[in-house]
């Protein structure tokens, strides 16, 4: 039994989130996996609207599915369970060979009730909601509602169980998101009688170990005394990563997969200040990542979901949410073409997976949060992402696990970028003709808007694989071979069969490396040796 063991993929290990020098992967059957995702739409979690999921899924060539398991759906009258949806969503995904992230849609969805249970939404009393100072009714519910957290935790634990006996063998559901994009629009705490206790008293010690006074400088005390003005923010994030950690630690519990949170991100651009109304308080935002950290140790990642456009918004979350303690994922962005580039820049920087909200083929378009559209052209800027990255995606995961890798993506500046690798670096130039160097005046066809970019791994000392799309790289030598002149040793277009063996499809050379190497509008893979000379 041992020997059969040594062969690599371990079917029987559990998928695991490990972390290792500060760099993170996703362990699925044992070896590093690349999340490329896409996630359906809210209302796509019922057996007969999964034709419609799977077609688009496949379409964009993902490898893995994002959908909600609803509270409302596994149990619609109180203490009976139903479970068909996720035993036919299972047994499809094993047949179209997808794996599943499961997103649990409990007492927070975007903050809100949507998709609790009749007989929780309308029972004020047993599942209380968040008030104000006046002691008005927020929409949210309350983190100290324990009564909510009992029932939400028992649902929860129930659909553990129910996946453990399903899926304890065959690993085909490899993560679980717990509630989605919590926190609270218009109300920064709750000031109900618990709250205020709880805020009068002083900051645990494990959150103070992990998020530093922005203010202050106080190292104890209460969250006023410490936090100052972002006590209340920061008071409200401790009590729903705690109601969260609650949820998640009873779950792992029973069966221990790998769990996240998601976030509606707050602008990562401006200065950081306190609270004012302008993005959901307690929510993962980049800021409080710390007390995330502190409070739900049973929650791997916090993750951003992106819906700017800007990319310099873009770029700013990725670099805030990707952290020696917490592994870079982005579980929802955009649909829409513009965004597809970003995922350059996640797998390049080590990022665990990355996934366009809203791909199924129902007619339900997030614009302009995605694209207008919702057929097939929808899902095709991604499709080519992901389909060159499906068969190499076991050996670009361990590559990025071992840090040998990098990714940009086309600013809308639409300026050169540097990126510094072990003894060379290298330029990525966006809009270049592929033959000559006039660059912005008589651009590349088809790049009238950003869409470039490029990811690279070094595989050896002078050895690369690049894969891109319509940017150009250059390599110079630096750190020890700097000052010397560089040549291609070879150039290799070819890619990987999903088995690890390269397949060769020509050599490049003369004009094709003349000018820097040049991405078209299909993403290619290279294999790319450079070499010295004194
Ligand atoms: C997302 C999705 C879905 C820059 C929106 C984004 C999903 C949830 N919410 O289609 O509802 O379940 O996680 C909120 C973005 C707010 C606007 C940001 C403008």
């Known amino acids: 039994l041992a020997s059969l063991f040594a062969f690599g993929a371990h079917a029987a290990d559990l998928p695991r989130l490990v972390t290792k020098e500060g760099r993170h992967a996703l362990m699925v059957d044992g070896a590093p996996y690349l999340i490329l995702g896409g996630q359906a739409h809210n209302s796509s979690n019922y057996p007969n609207a999964l034709p419609k999921v799977w077609a688009a899924i496949n379409d964009a060539q993902a490898n893995t599915l994002e959908i909600p398991v609803a509270w409302e759906q596994i149990e619609a009258t109180e203490g009976k369970f139903d479970f068909s949806y996720v035993d036919t969503l299972v047994t499809q995904a094993r047949e179209k060979n997808v794996r599943l992230v499961l997103l649990w849609f409990g007492t927070w969805k975007n903050t809100g009730p949507g998709y609790l249970p009749a007989w929780v939404k309308f029972d004020n009393r047993r599942f209380p909601r968040m008030v104000d100072k006046a002691g008005k009714d927020s929409y949210c519910h309350s983190p100290f509602g324990t009564e909510t957290l009992k029932a939400d ?28 994009e919590v926190g609270t629009y218009g109300l920064v705490r709750d000031y109900g009688p618990a709250a205020q206790k709880a805020f009068n008293g002083p900051v645990p010690a494990a959150v103070l170990a992990k998020q530093k006074a922005p203010v202050s400088g106080k190292s104890s005390g209460t969250w006023q005394a410490v936090y100052g003005d972002y006590a209340e923010q920061y008071f409200h994030t401790w009590a729903i990563a705690h109601y969260i950690e609650e949820i998640a630690k009873a779950g792992r519990a029973v069966y221990d997969l790998p769990m996240f949170v998601n976030n509606a991100v707050r602008n990562a651009v401006e200065p950081l200040a306190p609270w004012k109304g302008n993005f959901a308080s307690g929510g993962p935002t980049y800021d409080v990542i710390g007390i995330w950290k502190a409070a739900a140790p049973h929650i791997d990642v916090a993750a951003p979901d992106i819906y700017d456009h800007e990319s310099n918004k873009i770029f700013a979350t990725l670099d805030k949410f990707r952290r020696p303690d917490n592994a870079l994922f982005v579980p929802e962005i955009g649909n829409s073409a513009d965004l597809a580039r970003v995922a350059w820049p996640v797998f390049g920087k080590g990022g665990i997976g990355f996934a366009p909200f809203g791909i199924d083929y129902f007619e339900f378009s997030n614009y302009p949060l995605g694209a207008k559209a919702t057929d097939r052209t929808m899902v095709e800027p991604f499709a080519q992402i992901f389909g060159t990255f499906r068969p190499m995606m076991r050996e670009w995961a361990q590559w990025a696990f071992e840090g040998r890798t990098q990714g940009v993506a086309e600013s809308d500046e639409r300026t050169p970028q540097t990126i510094t690798l072990k003894n060379w670096t290298a330029t990525v130039s966006y809009r270049q003709r592929q033959f000559g160097d006039q660059a912005a005046k008589d651009p590349m066809e088809g790049t009238d808007k950003p869409n470039g970019g490029l990811a690279v791994a070094q595989t050896g000392d002078n050895e690369f694989v690049v894969v891109g799309q319509r940017a150009r790289i250059k390599f110079e030598p630096s750190g020890r071979h700097a000052g010397k002149p560089a040549l291609y040793a070879r150039v290799e277009e070819g890619r990987y069969d999903g088995k690890g063996n390269w397949v060769l499809e020509r050599v490049w050379n003369g004009d094709q490396t003349d000018y820097g190497l040049n991405f078209g509008t299909t993403p290619t893979v290279l294999k790319v040796k450079i070499g010295t000379y004194q």
């Open 153 to 180: 935790r028992k649902a929860f634990v129930a659909l553990m169980e129910h996946l453990k006996k399903l899926d304890g063998e065959q690993h085909t559901v490899i993560m679980v998101q717990v509630e989605n």
